[in-house]
Nanobody
Framework: QVHLVYSGGGLVQAGGSLRLSCAAS????????MSWYRQAPGKQRELVAV???????NYVDSVKGRFTISRDNAKNTLYLQMNSLKPEDTAVYYC??????WGQGTQVTVSS
């Protein structure tokens, strides 16, 4: 079972930036497409960004131009650079390759 360790969340003012990290145990990280998801209070979890094993990326329209997903396969770590944050970005953020335990996620709170 893959274990995910999150860091980088916090409280930031609108317009600010945060960089999230998700470190995964196990040796299969580099073989998997990886995704960031988020879940706001009272809402369903939504897909935010995806990066393939070769580095191709895709984003949900609401974060395009503001968020950047990246990965370091040598460190088994996924990143999400978030710039120009908005209050509507407030959520718990998770990473996954599909089928893994979600872990605790990391809270991002953007104040207006």
């Amino acid at each position: 079972q893959v274990h995910l360790v999150y860091s980088g969340g916090g409280l930031v003012q609108a317009g600010g930036s945060l960089r999230l990290s998700c470190a995964a145990s196990g040796s299969t990280f580099r073989l998997n497409a990886m995704s960031w998801y988020r879940q706001a209070p009272g809402k369903q979890r939504e897909l935010v960004a995806v990066i393939s094993s070769s580095g191709s990326t895709n984003y949900v329209d609401s974060v395009k131009g503001r968020f950047t997903i990246s990965r370091d396969n040598a460190k088994n770590t996924l990143y999400l650079q978030m710039n120009s944050l908005k209050p509507e970005d407030t959520a718990v953020y998770y990473c996954n390759a599909g089928g893994w335990d979600w872990g605790q996620g990391t809270q991002v709170t953007v104040s207006s």
